[in-house]
């Protein structure tokens, strides 16, 4: 691919010409084409059990918000028939409430093909990806700015006029969850198909469940349509914020008031969002468009994890009753509760935009300084300025404490609303891990170079 697209903030041009293959890049390329050990994620059996555990661990969550005020379902006793009793009980919510309803499935892919006929056809901003294994950068058309807002102004003029309620998505969450679910799988199958077709397979282990984890192709698009950053970035994300909303809506209805807080969890993680489609050119840089095949880890995270498990609060705060009425915090707590969130962003947002901007324009001044930065063999820059010289993933300790000051106006009665806490945390724990060992590969002495000259990964002289 060959092109000159604009940068709209600097309107400097960048180029793409097509590039010569330097031995390395050669070289990064055959590699993809071998067979890679299934060593991930507890490997073949790890990922085989995370595909079927990962769904149930979901329906659990919600029949115990649904059913049980919150508090976590368990088995009576911890004997054979204890445990058999449970997921019996669990199977029967399933049947009985999150079976795949017509309803569920035309508004699923009603919204689904909204967000990319969006994604298609909105105007935006073209720019360049981060270079590819043989140098290659691909080209990103960024509307996702305009789609939010498109987005935002359609649902409310719809439910305005009638078409549906403000409560649908709440009223359709458990059988829409089950539709998004066997979309997830199904949906992974036809990348693994779209990937042969295209012989764009690469760093394949040869068995099924983990190579269907794991993904086929780092970058599936069907002409110029690019099917993980739609997945990454559309039908999910906007869908947990309208859940959020349509639970709000549905506390109104059945209480006449939206309580603090559930206004504060729908601000968060509208202000989230919006931060991300701002900043959407951000997600470039990521290890999910950077390196991540496409399989079933990311479908089954991005349309259905993230929109059906991040609503979780405020589902809670809507069925979590004290006597009789929804959780109410005070000022004092619900201030604390903010300043921990504005810490946690600040922190999440300047250090993803340091390296950003670092990346765009390798000059940009850093705290007024000129960034010092190791120049690696592989020709990219890593920098140790700024944030990036304190600890090697700063972003990701602020984006942790976000996640914990999400749940904090759930208060203390259940661990369920925490569960986006506990997992968010382990997420990023093992994420930094997955980082450092991809970096390590990609960069070899580079990358060891710049761990020894920034030891600290994610709090300073401490871890
Ligand atoms: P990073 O943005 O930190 O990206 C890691 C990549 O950045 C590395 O692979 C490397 O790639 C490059 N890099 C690392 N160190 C440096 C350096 N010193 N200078 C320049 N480049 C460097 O991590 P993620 O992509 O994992 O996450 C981005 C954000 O998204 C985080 O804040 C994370 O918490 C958030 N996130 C949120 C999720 C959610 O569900 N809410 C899910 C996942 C992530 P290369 O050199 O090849 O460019």
Redesign the pocket.
Known sequence: MSGTVRNRNTTEKVHNEEPKLTEQQKKELADLKKIHPANEFGGIVGTFLLIFILPVVVYWIWASIEFNQGYLLRPATLSVDGVKDFFVTLYNYVITYAYPTKEAAVIYFAWFFFQAFLQHFVPGRRVLG?PLPGGKRLEYTLNGWASWWITLIVIPVCIYFGLFKATILYDNYAPMMTVVNIWSFVFTILLKVHAMIKDEEERMSGHFFYDYWMGFARNPRIGSFDLKLFCEARPGLILWVLMNFSIAAKQFEVYGEVSISVIMVCCFHFWYIADYYYHEEAIL????I??EKFGYMLVYGDLAW?PFTYCFQCYYLFKHLVDGQPIHISIGYACFVLGLKAFGFYL?RWV?SQ?HA??RNPEHLIWGKKPDYILTKRG?????SGF?GIC??L??T??IILSWAWCLPCQFDSAAPYFYGIY?TT??LH?CWR?HN??LE?YGDDWKN?CKRVPYVFIPKVF
């Open positions: 981060s840089t990521t290890m999910d950077i390196t993230v999440f993803n390296k670092f990346r990219t820059k890593l920098l140790c990036w090697r993933h972003n990701y602020g984006d968010f997420l990023d994420r980082d991809a970096c990609k710049y």
